[in-house]
């Protein structure tokens, strides 16, 4: 049963952030209880296929890391609880969000995603970059686009989305998460495959004398989304997303979920 907008008020007249100090008003308490909590709760979208975004527990089904964290701490400041929605890839994610699936998503800005969701500026940046089996020809980035090269991806994430307005020779084949991407690559359908750093990395320990690209080919801004035509939440969102990580709280969540190679974004430009 989900909270009413009294049950709500008092539930969230706490302080909600910035240093302690400023107060949720009753009218902001009701905008953000239908924009964020819709149900009385966040409902939050987390990719767990991208191990630096989060994992999921195999044997438990629980799913923790950076993202996770973030989520927490939102539902904290908001006073209601967190519902992680896990989905196995981005492009799952992105497409649960017009089924309603959740209120607040965690994944990567690009324009091919922005119809649909509205952006905070990233709180992490982390590169994307290409794996390649054992005796690979391939030694560079640009030695990737060209005739005959055939690129595994993971369909709808960010990486694809960039790849799909860039690679002009090069045949990109999907598949339905990375780790059947990476699937594609073991079985030889693919020549390359396109993906985040730590996953590629990852993946090389189970696939003798392979090998991740030194360079990149993009950097993935990743950030928080909410759905098209909340502008009461979207506004929550963004101011939410700065103060975490100008307080350090996204680079201790990095830290204590062992993540590396990663950097945190730095401020939104506020020039204009």
Known sequence: MGLDDGDFSAACAVNIGWAGEERLNFMAITSLHKDLAPTGKVRVGINYGNPVLARKDPATGGIHGVAVDLAL?????LGV??????????????????????DAAFLA????????IDFTAPYIEIE??????????????????????????SAKSAYDLFLSRTIQHAELVRASRPDAAFELLVAGQVDVLAGVRQHLVANAE???????????????????????????????????????????????????????????????????
């Open 73 to 77: 701490e939102l539902g904290r400041r």
């Open 81 to 102: 609880p967190v519902e992680i929605v896990g989905f196995e890839s981005a492009g799952k994610m992105f497409d649960a969000v017009k089924q309603g699936a959740w």
């Open 109 to 116: 800005t690009d324009p091919g995603r922005a119809g649909e």
């Open 128 to 153: 994307g970059t290409y794996l390649v089996p054992a005796g690979s020809l391939l030694r560079a980035i640009h030695d990737i686009d060209r005739n005959g090269v055939r690129i595994g991806v």
């Open 206 to 272: 189970k696939l003798p004398g392979s090998r991740v690209f030194d360079d990149r080919f993009m950097a993935i801004q990743q950030a928080l989304g909410i759905p098209k035509g909340h502008d009461e939440g979207a506004k929550y969102l963004r101011e939410f997303i700065e103060d975490v990580k100008t307080s350090g709280l996204v680079a201790r969540a990095i830290e204590n979920n062992g993540v590396r190679g990663v950097s945190v974004a730095p401020p939104a430009d506020r020039a204009g």
